[in-house]
């Protein structure tokens, strides 16, 4: 199909190519009226802006690119969605690539998006080891996110997830409850490393323990994979999650098992969501500053763009604990688990 052209839509709006390319680009003040005529006429016509012959005669490029780890996950695409709202306010545009965390997908996404040569780029690492370009310096100006266990490559804005950890086994812990089990998606991410670590120093304060079972990214999985560390273990008298993924997966699970919610078991989820609100029992969760992290990743790869330079910059924000419905003091003790730190491996579905 071909491309309508600006002269295209500027005849037969009955007006200069230099009127057309002012109204998308907000150069020069264009009359209202006028404006609204061009931009209907090119929206009948089926006209789109050519953004790289645009960004060629500009000598100016205004284009971010982001890479996520996974595009379903809500946590990450809330966090884009307002970092985009920050961009377009600054007259930049948001080039997203989703790596399916897999670290050869992020590197070729990554270096596919580079060849823009975009302002910047805005990174939340799918693993512990982040790309080689990113190590190298071979990038513009780049924020890293959430996923971060280097903290001397690049700015990173990130949340105290040791902290996040400990307030939510914390809050269990104080309720009486001492058998807890923290369900994890992947323990190769520091982050999910340090909110479990978080939780173990909580309970212990307590006399208690934890038990860790990794469930993966996917909800489905990872409820057929708590069930079956159910069959074979000591119940807890709680769960703790530690994504907003790994919520959905114990919720399914006690959902399936016809599990009640909070009288039979205790749940405190990750993350805070509209849904997580409008269940007959509300759920108890710890709530991520969204949108500070969000502005402070734009502000701060904003001020890299601009030409700061100087050390890197590492900004942590606390989480908060919303307290709802879904957690209560344990009708009896369970067997005390020990001192004995076991994990279940979500792949091999053994204590490793």
């Known amino acids: 199909m071909k491309r309508i052209s600006i002269k295209e839509v500027a005849k037969a709006a009955g ?15 264009v009359n209202p009226d006028l404006a609204e005529k061009v931009r209907k006429v090119a929206k009948d016509l089926g006209y789109t802006v050519n953004k790289a012959a645009s960004l060629l005669r500009s000598g100016r490029n205004s284009v971010v690119c982001v890479i996520v780890p996974d595009l379903s996950d809500p946590f990450f695409t809330s966090i884009i969605t307002r970092i985009e709202h920050h961009a377009r306010e600054d007259g930049y545009e948001i080039i997203i690539g989703n790596s399916d965390d897999d670290v050869e997908v992020e590197a070729g996404r990554l270096n596919a998006l580079l060849a823009w040569e ?13 790309p080689k370009c990113l190590v190298e310096g071979q990038t513009p100006p780049c924020v890293l996110v959430d996923r971060i266990a280097n903290f001397d490559v690049a700015d990173t804005v990130t949340i105290n997830n040791f902290g996040a950890g400990e307030q939510a086994a914390e809050y269990l812990a104080g309720l009486g409850h001492r058998n807890i089990l923290m369900t994890a998606s992947d323990l190769s991410i520091h982050p999910i490393r340090q909110r479990a670590a978080g939780a173990q120093k909580a309970v212990e304060k307590f006399g208690g323990s934890i038990r860790v079972v990794e ?14 560390w159910f069959e074979s273990n000591e119940p807890p008298t709680a769960i ?3 994504t907003d993924m790994t919520t959905l997966s114990v919720l399914r699970f006690l959902a399936d098992r016809k599990i009640d919610l909070p009288s039979e078991m205790s749940v405190v989820g990750f993350d805070d969501y509209s849904w997580m609100s409008a269940r ?23 001020s890299r763009m601009n030409g700061q330079t ?7 924000f606390e989480s908060e604990l919303i307290v709802r419905d879904s957690a ?22 053994r204590r490793v």
Request: net charge negative; charged share 20%.
């Open 280 to 302: 007959r029992t509300k759920l108890t969760g710890v709530r991520q500053p969204v949108d500070q992290i969000a502005k402070a990743v734009w502000t701060q790869l904003l």
């Open 118 to 130: 975009p302002a910047g780029a805005i990174v939340i690492p799918c693993t512990d080891e982040l």
């Open 328 to 349: 209560r003091e344990p009708k009896e003790q369970t067997k005390y688990w020990g001192d004995t730190d076991i994990t279940w491996n979500s792949n091999a579905l």
């Open 15 to 29: 007006v200069s190519t230099a009127t057309v390319s002012n109204v998308f680009s907000g150069r020069k003040p």
């Open 215 to 228: 469930l993966g990214a996917d909800a489905e999985d990872g409820a057929r994979i708590l069930g079956e």
């Open 310 to 316: 100087g050390a890197v910059v590492n900004t942590v």
């Open 240 to 242: 703790c999650a530690t």
